[in-house]
């Protein structure tokens, strides 16, 4: 001991048994000193190997006044005393320890150094140093370990930096808080890829703490998501393992095609799939999916779950994830598309939703499509001839979706936009298993399931839309209106729609036919062009 503040008896007890080591006897700061500047010295010894990991463990109590402190010191041989632990009290701004605690100090960087420890208490205004200590020993062996005390969540983005992770190593429970060795952190995942970002990091001494805030992850291939696991290690030290993570891709407006089709998805609202064109014509307007939670609540667009997260994409195949509100909600779609020339066309799509929580939610689930197949959409006739199917007819085409799991608990189909304002509205909606009204008209259909969905269970929801048939044509016939010093051409617009106007001043085998400058715009069920009257003879007809 140097400076003789440090006294043995039970000013505050002991951890075990009824004496300690402490700078306060019978209440008052500091027996010996009221300005203590004094360290309680160690024996010299020799640090065992650092295989053995080796440390300093004790139990103490403290509180210090402003300014005032404790810290574990260290000298090699008759070398200087240097900081072996952070300060207690000071600088860490934690004045009081609020009990017996115990502190681990790594001695591994001193291994087969003759040494000694100090216990170096200062209170240079006199505001009192309160600390005693019992039991000090010195530790070999397991106890180590690697703790993740901040895991890294799963969804994360490829090539987005990380949600952060913070590791410490612990001594059976308790901080080292001046560990030497540096923490790495490597990444696995069978599809490959690679870790970027501060993969090393020293631990801080006031916390113990390595924080990696700048990790991110470059997937194999930009188009699929990796499950990838982090792990951290240091020394020869036991490494510990995140849980594995999701890593996505980001996505916004996708399309899958397939020969005579193409489908376009927004699924960052409630849009969805907005256009599903077949041979040169779109037959959809929206298709889309909404949730509920409970029997009060309104229901909300699947989309607003959270950002869309890409998991796999290709031409003909998409799949979408979303998180949120104690869900994860997988959306896939996948179009085999018909000859060249043909309307024939099949999308395919399942919804699987996980309950992540620990309770069961009580959880509806609404599919809406709004698909026009007729020029003029208040042709079309409706039939739902099974609870899991429905048919639309129009223009000479048919579309059936077909619900292969689970069969929908309600069904409802309406003119636009019936149905819709009921899901999208602020209140809870149950359909009404008709048709409203009965008659042919703007067509839009619905299903509705409802299912009690326990922690960790899963519903999937599959279904199948297919459309066949050919879009009825009419004779393509020319009329002509006069309209003042102009005259009016005009045609069906349920004529094949990829005519041009043609005109010629004669009708000789060697005349010249020219296509027309002037656009065709739509009038009702007509396209119309308006041509000046001209002198001479002029002749007309249409071309593929």
Same mark, same amino acid.
């Given at each position: ?36 500047? =004094? ?57 009081? =320890? ?67 992770a913070t590791v410490q190593v612990q ?33 801080? =001494? ?38 594995p993570i999701m890593v996505d891709f ?243 617009t349920n004529s094949t729609a990829s ?46």
């Amino acid at each position: 001991m140097d400076n003789g503040a440090w006294e043995v008896g039970s000013a505050v007890g002991a951890y075990s048994g009824t004496n300690s080591a402490s700078t306060f006897l019978n209440g008052n700061s500091y027996t010996n000193d009221p300005y203590a500047n =004094s360290r309680l010295i160690s024996p010299m010894f020799t640090v065992p190997a650092a295989t053995n990991y080796p440390r300093l463990r004790f139990w103490h109590w403290f509180s210090f006044g402003s300014y005032a402190y404790g810290v574990v010191e260290i000298r090699v041989g008759t070398n200087g005393w240097v900081a072996l632990s952070n300060q207690y009290g000071a600088s860490s701004q934690v004045l009081s =320890s609020g009990g017996w605690t115990e502190p681990s100090v790594d001695l591994s960087s001193y291994a087969g150094q003759s040494i000694q420890i100090a216990l170096h208490v200062v209170d240079p205004d006199g505001y009192g140093a309160n600390w005693a200590v019992d039991n000090v020993t010195l530790v070999t062996g397991a106890g180590l370990q690697i703790v993740l005390t901040m895991p890294i969540s799963s969804p994360q983005l490829g090539g987005a930096t990380f949600s952060q992770a913070t590791v410490q190593v612990q001594d059976q429970g308790t901080t080292v808080f001046n560990w030497a060795s540096p923490i790495t952190a490597t990444a696995y995942s069978s599809r490959g890829g690679s870790l970027h970002g501060a993969l090393s990091l020293n631990t801080t =001494s006031s916390t113990g703490l390595a924080t990696f805030t700048n990790l991110y992850f470059t997937l194999a291939s930009s188009n699929i998501a990796q499950s990838v696991t982090l792990v951290f290690n240091s020394s020869s030290l036991s490494p510990v393992t995140n849980a594995p993570i999701m890593v996505d891709f980001p996505i916004s407006q996708f399309s899958v095609l397939s020969s005579n089709s193409q489908v376009l998805i927004d699924p960052t609202s409630d849009a969805g799939l907005n256009s599903w064109t077949v041979n040169g014509t779109d037959l959809s307007y929206q298709h889309w999916f909404w949730l509920r939670i409970g029997s009060t609540a309104p229901q909300f667009s699947l989309d607003t779950l959270s950002k869309p997260y890409g998991l796999y994409q290709s031409q003909t195949n998409t799949t979408v994830n979303y998180l949120g509100q104690g869900l994860s909600a997988t959306l896939a779609f996948s179009v085999s598309g018909g000859g060249n020339g043909s309307f024939a066309s099949t999308l395919t799509e399942s919804l699987t939703i996980l309950n992540i929580t620990n309770t069961t939610v009580n959880l509806h689930i609404f599919e809406y499509s709004d698909y026009d197949l007729s020029d003029n959409p208040s042709a079309d006739m409706l039939v739902f001839p099974a609870i899991n199917k429905v048919v639309q007819q129009g223009n000479g085409l048919t579309l059936t979706e077909t619900i292969s799991q689970p069969a929908p608990n309600y069904y409802e189909g309406s003119w636009y936009a019936i149905t819709l304002d009921k899901i999208s509205g602020d209140t809870p909606v149950t359909l009404s298993d008709s048709l409203i009204p009965n008659a042919p008209g703007d067509q839009t259909f619905a299903h509705e399931w409802d299912t009690n969905l326990a922690a960790g269970q899963t519903i999937v929801i599959s279904l199948t839309n297919s459309i066949a048939g050919n879009i009825t044509t009419a004779p393509a016939v020319l009329s002509v209106a006069l309209s003042g010093k102009d005259f009016i051409i005009s045609w069906p617009t349920n004529s094949t729609a990829s005519f041009q106007l043609q005109s010629t001043t004669n009708l000789s085998i060697s005349s010249s036919w020219t296509t027309v400058s002037s656009p065709p715009v739509i009038n009702g069920n007509l396209y119309q062009v308006i041509m000046p009257i001209l002198s001479g003879a002029q002749y007309f007809r249409l071309q593929e």
